[in-house]
C-alpha cells in the first residue's frame, strides 16, 4: 500500500527547484509507470537533503564538505576527459535548450576542450509523476533563473 506523501509544507522554498528523475535512476531496471509507490516521500527527501545537513550541523554551516567532495569529483572527471578519456559524463546546471529555460541541470559530456555534448534525451520517458513534478518546478526554476541572470548583469555594470 502506498502512503499519501510527504507533508510538503515541510519542503524548503529552494526545494521546489530540484527534481529528481527517478525512472532514469538505474538503465538496468528503470521504474516503470505502476512504480510510483512512495515517490512523494522519496522525492521530498531528495528536494530536502541540503537542509537535513544543515539541521544536523545545527546551524553551523553549509554542506561544505558535500560542495568540495562534489567539486573534487568534477575536477577529476575534467581531467580525465582533458587527458583523453572520452566516456566521461558530468550533471551540472548549464546553459541549454533542453527545455524552454535558459539554464537546466542536464547531463553532459566532458572532453579535452570542455563540454563536448549535452545529453537532451534525459527527459525522455520519464513517468507520469516526474512531468507533472518537472512542470511545477519550472515556475520556481524561471524565477531563481531570472534573479541570478539580473544580478549578474548588475555586477556587470558596477565592475
Not at 564538505?65 to 550533471?91: I, T
Request: charged content about 25%.
Amino acid at each position: 500500500m502506498c502512503s499519501s506523501g510527504s507533508d510538503m509544507a515541510a519542503t524548503s522554498a529552494s526545494a521546489f527547484s530540484i527534481g529528481s528523475t527517478i525512472s532514469h535512476g538505474s538503465k538496468a531496471s528503470p521504474l516503470s509507470q505502476s512504480k510510483t509507490c512512495g515517490m512523494n516521500d522519496l522525492t521530498a527527501r531528495i528536494q530536502n537533503g541540503g537542509t537535513e545537513v544543515v539541521e544536523v550541523k545545527a546551524g553551523a554551516g553549509f554542506a561544505t564538505l558535500s560542495m568540495a567532495y562534489a567539486d573534487a569529483r568534477f575536477l577529476e572527471s575534467f581531467l580525465r576527459a582533458r587527458d583523453g578519456d572520452s566516456d566521461v559524463f558530468k550533471c551540472s546546471f548549464v546553459q541549454s535548450e533542453v527545455t524552454e529555460l535558459q539554464f537546466f541541470a542536464s547531463r553532459f559530456k566532458l572532453w579535452k576542450q570542455g563540454v563536448e555534448a549535452i545529453i537532451s534525451s534525459d527527459l525522455e520517458g520519464l513517468t507520469k509523476y516526474e512531468v507533472k513534478a518537472l512542470e511545477a518546478l519550472k515556475v520556481e526554476l524561471k524565477e531563481s533563473i531570472e534573479k541570478g541572470v539580473a544580478f549578474v548583469q548588475k555586477e556587470k555594470v558596477t565592475a
